[in-house]
């Protein structure tokens, strides 16, 4: 009977893992995962999706009109307020933040201070899909919450998560040649723009626009200017051709453009540079004008890291959201965090030779490949390779029935194995032959009883 086939393809800008691009995957999110832990973080994880107005509530509008909206297919009485009102009651997470906020605040009183959590969720956006921006990313989110908003300890936890974001670029192999870490100041920019006499009411659009000046051109930029009423002096201020960036190893002290600065400001931006000063990580950092963010919870230090060239988009951003806590019913907690994708970060590696096969699938390796020369072996391997798995080991056969041992070999090598194990003539021994699939020696039979034991002795020493 004829089957009746259809093909089917992934949506736009949706990704499918195959075996490579899931090591790759999963290689990525276990440097992610071993750095998040050797600083103190613990892992936690949220919904993949949300009420809608747990994003509308204080992300801002850049995050709001990529929401994809979520409701049940099944509830009349939500299909109905759908067509009714354009809007589904839930969203597939855009980002984390609002869920954790959510989370810290239901639980702030029981919660151990200060709070380090990290989660490695996958996020969904209804971007145009392009090189580096897709609608379903990993997201590695580090926050650390009910850190101090005051004094030299406000320098100190921010810089802790800067030095963090660093620690995993150099464990990817990435250095300061290849990665910048742009540093802006939101908060400054907004008492900047209030002594401009822009209206608080104002402010949000304001900074929306400067979030989105690096990508208009320059008569958007200055139409987008007049839409929202700036005063000449205020379009030459934040004009993007007059970005100023400087390098913080090259300098003794945060420029006072954004500022007209109070002696607490002052030290506060003097803590900052000796407390990255301290921790060695000057040499990736820079304070960048153009750098704003674009979601509206944050309060202070905002950052993000972009390849050097500029030729890709930012690879991770974040900042202090000293409100957001309180915000969703919780208590003052302020926090400082943020968020790298998986997306443009796989793109450099990949573009600058740092993702090679045999490290992203060095945790795949197994351990043995094991092989029948006869008819007799193979009706014992079944066994032989299932006592091995029950010891822990990662083991693979041969599903051919060829008899060939060059070829299974063959197949044992593109296996990437570390020993082939051989059933033959010596089974009647109740022993086989292990050869070395990197050197290629191979010494005396063995008995199976010490398989184990040559196998472990062998991981040992890798
Ligand atoms: P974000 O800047 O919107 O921040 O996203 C962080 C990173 O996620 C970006 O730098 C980028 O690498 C990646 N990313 C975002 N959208 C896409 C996309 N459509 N395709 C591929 N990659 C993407 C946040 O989401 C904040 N909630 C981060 C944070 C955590 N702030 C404090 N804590």
């Given at each position: 009977?004829?089957?009746?086939?259809?093909?089917?393809?992934?949506?736009?800008?949706?990704?499918?893992?195959?075996?490579?691009?899931?090591?790759?995957?999963?290689?990525?999110e276990?440097?992610?995962?071993?750095?998040?832990?050797?600083?103190?973080?613990?892992?936690?994880?949220?919904?993949?999706?949300?009420?809608?107005d747990?994003?509308?509530h204080?992300?801002?509008?850049?995050?709001?009109?990529?929401?994809?909206?979520?409701?049940?297919?099944k509830?009349?009485?939500?299909?109905?307020?759908?067509?009714?009102?354009?809007?589904?009651?839930?969203?597939?997470?855009?980002?984390?933040?609002?869920?954790?906020?959510?989370?810290?605040?239901?639980q702030?009183?029981?919660?151990p201070?200060?709070?380090?959590?990290?989660?490695?969720?996958t996020m969904?956006?209804?971007?145009r899909?392009?090189?580096?921006?897709?609608?379903?990313?990993?997201?590695?989110?580090?926050?650390?919450?009910?850190?101090?908003?005051?004094?030299?300890?406000?320098?100190?936890?921010?810089?802790?998560?800067?030095?963090?974001?660093?620690?995993?670029?150099?464990?990817?192999?990435?250095?300061?040649?290849?990665?910048?870490?742009?540093?802006?100041?939101?908060?400054?920019?907004?008492?900047?723009?209030?002594?401009?006499?822009?209206?608080?009411?104002a402010?949000?659009?304001?900074?929306?626009?400067?979030d989105?000046?690096?990508?208009?051109?320059?008569?958007?930029?200055?139409?987008?200017?007049?839409?929202?009423?700036?005063k000449?002096?205020?379009?030459?201020?934040y004009?993007?051709?007059?970005?100023?960036?400087?390098?913080?190893?090259?300098?003794?002290?945060?420029p006072?453009?954004?500022?007209?600065?109070?002696?607490?400001?002052?030290?506060?931006?003097?803590?900052?540079?000796?407390?990255?000063d301290?921790?060695?990580?000057?040499?990736?950092?820079?304070?960048?004008?153009?750098?704003?963010?674009?979601l509206?919870?944050?309060?202070?230090?905002?950052?993000?890291?972009?390849?050097?060239?500029?030729?890709?988009?930012?690879?991770?951003?974040?900042?202090?959201?000293?409100?957001l806590?309180?915000?969703?019913?919780?208590p003052?907690?302020?926090?400082?965090?943020?968020?790298?994708?998986?997306v443009?970060?796989?793109?450099?590696?990949?573009?600058?030779?740092?993702l090679?096969e045999?490290?992203?699938?060095?945790?795949?390796?197994?351990?043995?490949?094991?092989?029948?020369?006869?008819?007799?072996?193979?009706?014992?391997?079944?066994?032989?390779?299932?006592?091995?798995?029950?010891?822990?080991?990662h083991?693979?056969?041969?599903?051919?029935?060829?008899?060939?041992?060059?070829?299974?070999?063959?197949?044992?090598?593109?296996?990437?194995?570390?020993?082939?194990?051989?059933?033959g003539?010596?089974?009647?021994?109740?022993?086989?032959?292990?050869k070395?699939?990197?050197?290629?020696?191979?010494?005396?039979p063995?008995?199976?009883?010490?398989?184990?034991?040559?196998?472990?002795?062998?991981?040992?020493?890798?």
């Open positions: 009977m004829a089957v009746s086939s259809k093909k089917f393809q992934a949506p736009k800008g949706m990704r499918d893992f195959y075996p490579q691009d899931m090591a790759v995957r999963r290689y990525i276990n440097i992610w995962r071993t750095v998040s832990i050797n600083h103190g973080f613990d892992e936690v994880d949220g919904p993949t999706f949300e009420h809608l747990l994003y509308t204080k992300s801002g509008p850049g995050i709001v009109s990529e929401i994809f909206q979520v409701f049940s297919g509830d009349e009485a939500e299909r109905a307020a759908v067509q009714r009102t354009a809007q589904a009651p839930f969203a597939l997470r855009p980002e984390f933040t609002p869920t954790l906020a959510r989370m810290v605040a239901a702030a009183d029981s919660l201070k200060p709070i380090k959590w990290f989660a490695i969720p969904f956006r209804a971007e899909p392009q090189r580096g921006r897709l609608r379903e990313h990993v997201q590695w989110n580090v926050d650390f919450i009910g850190v101090p908003s005051e004094g030299m300890f406000r320098a100190q936890a921010d810089v802790a998560m800067l030095a963090l974001m660093v620690a995993a670029f150099e464990r990817f192999g990435l250095s300061a040649r290849d990665v910048r870490v742009k540093l802006g100041d939101r908060e400054a920019v907004r008492r900047r723009l209030k002594l401009e006499g822009r209206d608080q009411a402010l949000d659009d304001d900074l929306t626009l400067l989105e000046r690096p990508k208009l051109r320059p008569d958007e930029y200055r139409s987008r200017t007049r839409q929202l009423g700036w000449d002096a205020l379009v030459r201020l004009d993007p051709e007059t970005r100023l960036v400087v390098r913080l190893d090259d300098m003794s002290s945060l006072d453009r954004e500022r007209q600065d109070s002696e607490d400001q002052r030290k506060q931006a003097g803590s900052l540079l000796y407390e990255i301290q921790a060695e990580i000057a040499e990736w950092c820079e304070f960048d004008s153009l750098i704003v963010r674009g509206a919870y944050y309060t202070g230090l905002v950052f993000e890291a972009h390849e050097a060239t500029g030729a890709h988009r930012a690879i991770a951003g974040g900042g202090r959201y000293d409100n806590i309180e915000s969703f019913g919780g003052s907690l302020p926090a400082c965090g943020f968020g790298m994708g998986d443009v970060l796989g793109n450099i590696l990949h573009d600058k030779g740092l090679p045999d490290v992203y699938m060095a945790p795949l390796r197994p351990h043995a490949f094991v092989v029948a020369a006869d008819d007799q072996a193979a009706a014992q391997l079944p066994k032989i390779v299932a006592d091995l798995r029950k010891q822990g080991f083991v693979r056969h041969s599903y051919k029935t060829t008899r060939n041992v060059g070829k299974l070999l063959g197949e044992a090598g593109k296996s990437r194995a570390c020993f082939a194990i051989i059933l003539k010596e089974l009647a021994e109740n022993k086989a032959v292990v070395n699939l990197e050197s290629g020696e191979q010494g005396d063995i008995p199976l009883m010490a398989l184990v034991e040559f196998l472990r002795a062998q991981s040992r020493r890798v």
